[in-house]
């Protein structure tokens, strides 16, 4: 795998999707030596049950410990610190990853209780926790999902478990943008597998989770937060920290050049989980027939987006979506299945971004 490929993949065994991703990128052959130290570090920001939209699917850590092992590796840590007034031991309890470091003889790492030093991280000092600095490769395992200060967070910002609570502290009085990417510059990304499951629409600890059943794999955590914005209805400029973190040689922000490997087809009808009342609400806007998971998420988001901006307001004609227009005729569309409307967005599934302008110039 390079820095420009985009894995993809659907479903619900997230176990097994874990693996997979893994797998096509070749983790193994990147780790090379079985004696390296090698760390999952997820979200665990608070303690809540993933489906709530915050946390790091227990599911992923147990596929991506599978992997490891039946490959040799041994060195296994799982290390997290939760935001400062959250308590790391109760995270690891409330997202079952306790029984997950039972079942492989895995430790738990809670970085709220790790010593630290101090780091030169090109031009600013940081000081990051010993432990997370000692790791010879780091998988970083992100949730996709919004972030009421930063608007979005992905594998970039999920990098501050690894900071000392007194490091988290001054990250907000600096504004929270150019830290983060200076932060980057010295932490490990080695591999980045981020849960986007069902991540939340805005607040980092959950809420209104959008169920997109999907786990990605990427080597550039900037082409990562990149991507993640075409996926919520954002531009990369609307994210300070990405185009920082570009600048200081962390990566690349180009995802329109970027390789997509998708491994398999998006066939899994919507939710499985619980729609909240904003989701609902931004529901009334679409009329899906079997609709998939990734499609429906990517125009809940793009509608999320419309909403902030006072777009909705009045608007009756409906956004149609899903497998079960195909063949069909209808006023206004959006994705692959929806070719034969008068208006229509291609796209499977069409990034957020890109429903946001379809349907603003359509609703002028």
Not at 68 to 78: P, R, V
Not at 297 to 309: E, K, P, Q, V
């Amino acid at each position: 795998m390079n820095r420009k490929d985009i894995i993809i993949i659907h479903g619900t065994d997230y176990k097994e999707m874990a693996k997979m991703v893994m797998d096509r990128a070749d983790v193994a052959g990147d780790i090379g030596d079985l004696n390296k130290k090698i760390a999952l570090k997820p979200n665990l920001v608070v303690a809540r049950d993933p489906s709530s939209g915050a946390t790091t699917h227990k599911e992923l850590l147990a596929g991506a410990i599978e992997y490891l092992q039946e490959h040799g590796f041994k060195n296994i840590t799982i290390m997290e610190g939760s935001w400062v007034g959250d308590n790391t031991q109760s995270a690891f309890t409330a997202a079952g990853y306790r029984q997950i470091s039972t079942k492989y003889n895995v430790p738990l790492v809670d970085l709220q209780r790790d010593s630290y030093t101090e780091y030169e991280a090109k031009g600013m000092e940081i000081a990051i926790c010993d432990k997370a600095m000692e790791v010879d490769y780091m998988i970083n395992m992100p949730v996709l999902k919004g972030h009421c200060q930063t608007t979005i967070t992905c594998a970039l910002k999920n990098n501050k478990g690894v900071m000392p609570n007194r490091e988290k502290r001054r990250f907000h009085t600096m504004g929270l943008h150019k830290p983060i990417a200076h932060l980057n510059t010295v932490c490990r990304n080695d591999f980045i597998l981020v849960d986007n499951i069902c991540g939340d629409l805005d607040f980092e600890e959950g809420g209104n989770p959008v169920v997109m059943n999907r786990v990605l794999g990427f080597k550039d955590p900037v082409l990562c937060d990149s991507y993640v914005c075409d996926c919520m209805g954002y531009k990369v400029d609307d994210i300070p920290y990405i185009r920082m973190a570009e600048k200081l040689g962390v990566g690349s922000t180009d995802t329109e050049h970027a390789n997509f490997i998708y491994i398999n087809e998006d066939k899994n009808a919507k939710s499985k989980f619980r729609m909240t009342h904003r989701v609902q609400n931004l529901a009334k806007f679409a009329d899906p027939k079997d609709a998939c998971s990734a499609c429906y998420g990517s125009l809940i988001y793009a509608l999320d987006r419309l909403s902030d901006a006072g777009k909705l307001r009045g608007k009756k004609n409906l956004v149609c979506i899903g497998q079960g227009y195909k063949g069909e005729t209808g006023e206004i569309g959006v994705g692959q299945c929806t070719c034969g409307f008068k208006k229509s967005l291609k796209g499977c599934p069409p990034k957020a971004i890109d429903i946001v302008n379809f349907l603003e110039e359509e609703w002028k």
